[in-house]
């Protein structure tokens, strides 16, 4: 294309190559992680298929759990984004309709969300953990936002995190089974409907509780009735409680007192 003589071509800024840089690292770590079904590949692996020096990954994330974080924060940006821009008709509903929404964006792709969801879930991190679990509670923060605005929260809500962090909470639990099976999809979806609906009965006002009522009765309807968590067998070599209250112990030899001389 001819630019005008004596006009400069505008390069982009340094901050825009960088993050254009971050978006093809970015695309190139989720196209590996749905071809190879996990997390193994290496930063060096995500560099040639991002067509950056070996060192990007590095200089733009720091380390690989930098990086899966960034991935995952990235591939939640439309659940936050969503929670901002929803409207419930009943605000007491809206954090079961946004719960709703994350665990079908959750199912919709389970390959991704289930392999990162690991990386939190089991991955010690002082560094990137914090800023990802401050972005969760905002969410369940926002969510309950109208509802406090009008008052149909307790008014000391507003003031304290006790219910976005029960929320949050609870589906972190789901994810958590979910993430090992002990959840199909329908399953974890049902569960998160259910235990959301449970947790905002306790805190609702009394026009609140008789739709909320509704709701649990629905959820309840779907929701799995065998769990594999709950199918233990105890190995052979592990002694039953009533094994262990039956068993005789052997009896100690009495200690005699000393002879008097």
């Known amino acids: 294309m001819d630019h005008p003589a004596g006009r400069a071509v ?15 690292i970015l695309d190139a770590a989720g196209a590996l992680l749905r071809e190879t079904g996990g997390v193994d590949f290496t930063m060096k692996d995500v560099a040639t298929r991002a067509g950056v020096a070996p060192a990007t990954p590095y200089n733009l994330l720091g380390t690989k759990d930098g990086l899966l974080y960034a ?8 659940l936050f984004i969503g929670v901002l821009r929803h409207k ?20 919709a792709d389970p390959v991704v969300y289930r392999e990162l969801s690991r990386v939190y879930l089991g991955t010690p991190d002082d560094l ?5 679990m401050h972005r969760s509670i ?5 969510a309950l936002e109208v509802a406090i605005l009008q008052k149909r929260l307790p008014a000391d809500e507003a003031e304290r ?21 002990d959840l199909d ?51 052979a070599t592990t002694p039953t ?21």
Request: charged share 25%; glycine share 4%.
């Open 88 to 107: 419930a008709t009943d605000p007491l509903e809206h954090p079961i309709e946004a719960a709703a929404f994350a665990a079908e964006l959750y199912t």
């Open 138 to 142: 905002s969410f369940w923060k926002h």
């Open 161 to 181: 995190d006790d219910l976005p962090r029960l929320l949050m909470i609870h589906f972190i639990g789901c994810i958590d089974l979910w993430v090992n099976h």
């Open 185 to 235: 999809d329908a399953g974890f979806r049902a569960q998160v409907a259910y235990g959301t609906s449970l947790i905002m009965l306790g805190f609702a006002d009394t026009a609140g509780q008789r739709k909320l009522l509704a709701r649990i009765r629905e959820a309840k309807r779907t929701l799995p009735r065998h769990h594999t968590f709950l199918r233990f067998t105890a190995p």
């Open 241 to 261: 409680i009533t094994a262990m209250a039956t068993t005789k112990r052997p009896r100690r030899p009495r200690k005699r007192p000393p002879a008097e001389f």
């Open 10 to 24: 505008r390069q982009p800024s340094p901050k825009l190559r960088a993050a254009a840089r971050l978006d093809r």
């Open 128 to 132: 990137h953990r914090p800023w990802f």
């Open 71 to 78: 991935l995952l924060n990235r591939a939640l940006d439309p």
